[in-house]
């Protein structure tokens, strides 16, 4: 199928009521793994990269590794039958936003959420009118998500105000919105129980005109690969993600895009310990990542399926 606009993947997610994962890719590893689940699931998807992970396959060339990047995602939407789409995650850099832009990615973040509210508003205008003059859609963010992801380091979080949501919307007139209720980077979310903000959440859904919402920190960091990483020698000690129910709800109060990572990682992690370890004599590293790039596929098409996106497409 076509290479598709993350627009018209999200638009359709909000008026039919399920979400669209973004799963970040660091290798081709991970992007033919989620491109096999997708296609198997027959749900649409978007493939996400940090700054990060443009850096590490551009070996420190931004664009370079923006080129390479659209290349591989447009090779493989050809040769399968489900929407893909290709997003910047947690865009902070404008060298890698506008590298993104020229090297066709169909959607741009533009995070400025680490700062003051009129900045933000003025930075997002930006973008957002660079973006769309080249029909590309953007994501923003209000509200700061702690704990840690590529390029993004907060110590506290500061949930999103809904009255500034519907003037940041109405201002900047970005795509999609990405409100802090509550979630946070990384496999350690919650000190206690999870708590997500779902009153706040309603209230920025109606605020905004309905337009789709992202959830960002939004993995589940399962306890069985956390042990299974753990059994070969990983110390991922109190790790902690968002629950099932909590996303299914999150999910029926508007959100349509959710950001995966940690999942993907620890994952790969587990697979990889587990395989190096029980195969002592390979060298060979495509019989390595297989068993990996598998179990990378199962953690994707199980997301799929929580988010509703599964037969979509």
Known sequence: ???????????????????????????????????????EEKSPVIIATSE????????????????????????FAETVSVPVALHLDHGRNFEYIMSALRAGYTSVMIDASHLPFEENLRETRKIVEIAHALGVSVEGELGKLKGIEDNVAERESVLVDPEE????????????????IG??????????????????????????????????????????????????????????????EMLREAIKLGINKINIDTDLRITFNA?????????????????????????????????????????KA
């Open 52 to 75: 990060g992970a443009i850096k590490y396959i551009g070996a420190g060339d931004p664009h370079r590794g923006t080129r390479i990047i659209v290349s591989m995602v447009k090779a």
């Open 183 to 244: 979630t946070s980077h990384g496999a350690f979310k919650f000190k206690g129980e999870p708590v997500l903000d779902f009153e706040r959440l309603k209230k920025v859904k109606e605020n905004t005109g309905g337009i789709p919402l992202v959830l960002h920190g939004a993995s589940m960091v399962p306890q069985d690969l956390v042990a299974l990483a753990n059994e070969y020698g990983a110390e991922i000690k109190g790790a902690k993600g968002i629950p099932e």
């Open 271 to 311: 697979g990889i310990r587990r395989t190096l370890s029980e195969k002592k004599s390979e060298i060979d590293p495509r019989k390595i990542f297989k068993p990996v790039f598998e179990m990378v596929k199962d953690t994707v098409k199980k997301r799929m399926k929580i988010f509703g996106s599964s037969g």
């Open 165 to 180: 949501a519907k003037v940041f919307v109405e201002k900047t007139e970005l795509d999609f919105l990405a409100p802090a």
């Open 1 to 39: 199928m076509p290479y598709t606009p993350t627009k018209e993947i999200l638009d359709k997610a909000n008026r039919e009521g399920y979400a669209v994962g973004a799963f970040n890719i660091n290798n081709l590893e991970f992007l033919q793994a989620i491109i096999e689940a997708a296609e």
